[in-house]
Every structure is written in structure tokens, then in C-alpha cells.
């Protein structure tokens, strides 16, 4: 009996460190307030406008790159309210586009929509980081799954947006996407013509 108890209080210890690790000390723990000091600062109008270029990596649930992407954004501001057009081109030759609706609110709080996003996508922008959570609906080819995700935008000091998201399935991680967005310059080849 005593070692049965003790592999059950053991369990306990184990399953209690993993949900304080998760709360205290993991992406998810994560909270706006932790950059408002951050420099410099992060405003949307300002760092995610105009033609961007975006180059980035989806990693699988377990851990291993699945998918690498460049993309072709073009976001526009009126005020507190952006239109985010994307247009990714991933290592499979598959394309997507996808549109982003913007709302910033005085505080800093973001309200988002686009078509895969089920419902208003929440979020803040606080010191030097972007914070902004949804729910993506996968395209049919994929599955069609309802994923609970989080994104971190992160302002570099040369203005590069560093981008972490990840994605999750009753609570667990089904992928992680780490990206850079910056601005298009010169030399930056559209996807477009690329294609």
C-alpha cells in the first residue's frame, strides 16, 4: 500500500511542477506587462506598415521544421484601424493568402478578425512587444481543426519583428511558427514575380 501511495503522490509532485513550469516560466506565461519597459517601442501603425517581407519556419508537435515560408505582406493604417494582407509561399509550392482586420484601441489593446479566425482575435501592444491570441481554423486539406493560438511579436532594435506563435489542441502543442518580418526594400524580389 505505502508503495502505491508513493508513486501516486510522486505522480502529483510531477503533474503539479509541470503546471507551475507552464504558468511561471514557459511561452505561455508570457504576459504584456513583462515589456512595457522594453525598448524600442512597439507601435503597430508604425513597424507593421507598408510592403513587408516575412521569412519563416513551422515546426511539428514534435519539434522537427514541417514547413518554411517566405511571404509578401502590405498592411495599411486609417487611423486605429489596419487591413493586413498576406501572401505566403510555402516550400511545397502551396500559396495562401489570408486578410487581416485590425483594431487599435487607445490603450493599446488589439482587436483582430480574418476569414480562418474564428470569432475577434484579442491582444495588447506593450513596450517593445506585441501579444495577440485567436482561434485558426485549418483549411480543410489539412484537417479542418479549431487551434487555440498564441502569437508574440518582438521589436529588434534595427526594427525586424521577430515573430513567435504557437498552437494548441485541448492544451496541447501541435506546432510552433518562428518567423521575421521586415520592411521591403530594393533588392527584396515580390513573391509575385517569384512565382
Known amino acids: 500500500m505505502d508503495s502505491v501511495l508513493l508513486v501516486v503522490l510522486g505522480g502529483a509532485i510531477i503533474l503539479a511542477l509541470g503546471y507551475v513550469k507552464r504558468r511561471l516560466a514557459s511561452f505561455l506565461a508570457q504576459k504584456p506587462q513583462d515589456y512595457v519597459e522594453g525598448q524600442p517601442q512597439f507601435d503597430l501603425r508604425t513597424h507593421l506598415n507598408g510592403p513587408i517581407v516575412c521569412e519563416g519556419i513551422i515546426y511539428g508537435p514534435l519539434g522537427r521544421v514541417t514547413s518554411r515560408f517566405v511571404a509578401d505582406f502590405d498592411v495599411e493604417w486609417s487611423g486605429n484601424v489596419g ?100 520592411p521591403r526594400n530594393s533588392v527584396d524580389q515580390p513573391l509575385k514575380e517569384a512565382a
Not at 97 to 114: F, M, P, S, V
Not at 138 to 150: A, K
Open 83 to 182: 487591413v493586413m494582407k498576406e501572401r505566403f509561399l510555402y516550400d511545397d509550392g502551396s500559396t495562401q493568402d489570408r486578410e487581416w482586420h485590425l483594431t487599435l484601441g487607445n490603450d493599446g489593446n488589439i482587436q483582430a478578425r480574418a476569414e480562418d479566425v474564428v470569432g475577434t482575435g484579442v491582444g495588447a501592444q506593450t513596450g517593445s512587444a506585441v501579444q495577440l491570441q485567436y482561434r485558426i481554423r485549418l483549411p480543410e486539406q489539412s484537417g479542418g481543426h479549431v487551434l487555440d493560438t498564441v502569437d508574440w511579436m518582438y521589436l529588434a532594435p534595427n526594427g525586424t519583428i521577430v515573430n513567435r506563435s504557437q498552437f494548441r489542441k485541448f492544451g496541447i502543442q501541435v506546432a510552433e511558427l518562428v518567423a521575421t518580418m521586415r
